[in-house]
């Protein structure tokens, strides 16, 4: 049950991400309202757009960290990449040390029938 949780963990923090990206992006969307909020007198208002710029910057930000690592998580270490391919080799060992036996007891058996034909033409040989 623990490994649905973390496997979940990611995703949950991905739409953690996007939620708080939206959340900073929606309030800068309508242009018309950015245009009429720069031109404003009120302090205050370019105070909300710097905010909510910041807002959508650092949202941005852990939302590029987030794909970031989970790029990370889908790269092997060399240690791994190591395991894989010795893993490989062995694999590849133990075939062809199958293929070597095969060879040999084939040759064991050719070398038997040549050893009884030698016999037969010798006990042939003798009798004439």
Do not use: Y
């Not at 991400?17 to 309508?30: H, I």
């Not at 909300?48 to 941005?60: L, N, P, Q, S, Y």
């Not at 062809?96 to 060879?103: A, N, P, Q, S, V």
């Amino acid at each position: 049950m623990g490994d649905a949780a973390e496997m979940q963990s990611p995703k949950e923090e991905m739409v953690a991400c996007v939620r708080a990206l939206e959340d900073a992006l929606l309030p800068c969307l309508p242009a018309r309202e950015l245009q009429a909020i720069d031109r404003s007198p009120h302090p205050s208002h370019q105070i909300d757009v710097e905010r909510h710029a910041r807002d959508f910057m650092d949202a941005a930000k852990k939302l590029q960290l987030h794909f970031l690592g989970l790029q990370r998580d889908d790269q092997p270490t060399n240690a791994e990449q190591l395991r894989k391919e010795i893993a490989v080799m062995e694999e590849e060992l133990n075939i062809k040390t199958e293929i070597i036996k095969k060879h040999e007891r084939l040759i064991q058996g050719w070398k038997k029938e040549l050893k009884d034909q030698l016999n037969k033409q010798n006990n042939e040989l003798e009798k004439v």
